[in-house]
């Protein structure tokens, strides 16, 4: 009698032979929705307070309501949106001192992370934060300011990934969403030259384990940003009494 184990079925094998699947599950239709939403918002194609009608994305994208109304309750979930009752949804809109409160926000809890998150930064979160400057020089040189965002976005991340403070960081990620509709607004303000060379000051701090030395330097990048909302806010107050 054969073995047992004869009759047993074998995975497929990749193309490339090393056993491991290439298989790359297709994203759901919530999920694409999701997606190109959070991309329009990024890169200002939707702007703060812009409505969202369900009909018109569901003839946009070829599709039912259903989807539809799933990935409006992720973005909401995640405070891109707002729903306001009898009317829709929205962009989510803020005035500069909401505004304000949330990067102050941020500024007290990012700082409680990377102190958590430091006894356990490795090598390994060092180099991967200098990938994502490199990242951002690459997004840069393309003119493709998404790009810009994610790379800094998960550069800044990367200083407190290590912190075991799960919900902390589930606040601060939503905070960051809160404010994403708001950078298209000042981007053109940015000095890349001088955020990649604060960049390189916080990767020298995370490398020496400087805890302290991080929060301030992340306390003062941020500041720069802050100073770009004035600039905005304050052009729109002005363009409003002309």
């Given amino acids: 009698m054969p073995p047992r184990t004869a009759n047993r079925r074998t995975a497929p094998q990749s193309a490339s032979g090393n056993g491991k699947s290439d298989f790359v599950r297709p994203k759901t239709a919530q999920q694409a929705v999701a997606e190109a939403l959070r991309r329009d918002i990024t890169s200002g194609k939707l702007a703060p307070g812009s409505w969202i009608v369900q009909e018109s994305l569901a003839e946009h994208f070829g599709m039912s309501r259903i989807p539809i109304r799933e990935a409006l309750k992720t973005l909401e979930a995640e405070e891109y949106i707002t729903y306001v009752p009898h009317s829709g949804y929205r962009v989510a809109k803020l005035g500069l001192e909401e505004l304000l409160e949330v990067f102050r926000l941020r500024d007290i809890l990012e700082a409680e992370l990377i ?23 690459r997004a840069a040189a393309a003119g493709d300011l998404i790009g810009v965002g994610l790379a800094n976005r998960e550069f800044h991340f990367l200083t407190f990934e290590a912190s075991r403070m799960a919900r902390t960081k589930r606040i601060v990620n939503q905070l960051w969403n809160t404010a994403d509709a708001y950078r298209p607004l000042y981007a053109h303000l940015m000095d890349l030259d001088k955020v990649n060379s604060e960049h390189v000051l916080l990767v020298e701090a995370m490398a020496a ?34």
């Fill in 115 to 137: 102190r958590d998150a430091m006894p356990d930064v490795t090598d390994e979160v060092i180099e991967r934060m200098r990938d994502q400057m490199a990242e951002m020089d």
């Fill in 209 to 242: 384990r400087d805890v302290e030395r991080v929060v301030a330097l992340n306390h003062e990048h941020r500041m720069h940003a802050i100073d770009h909302l004035h600039i905005v806010f304050g052009r729109e107050d002005a363009e409003a009494d002309s």
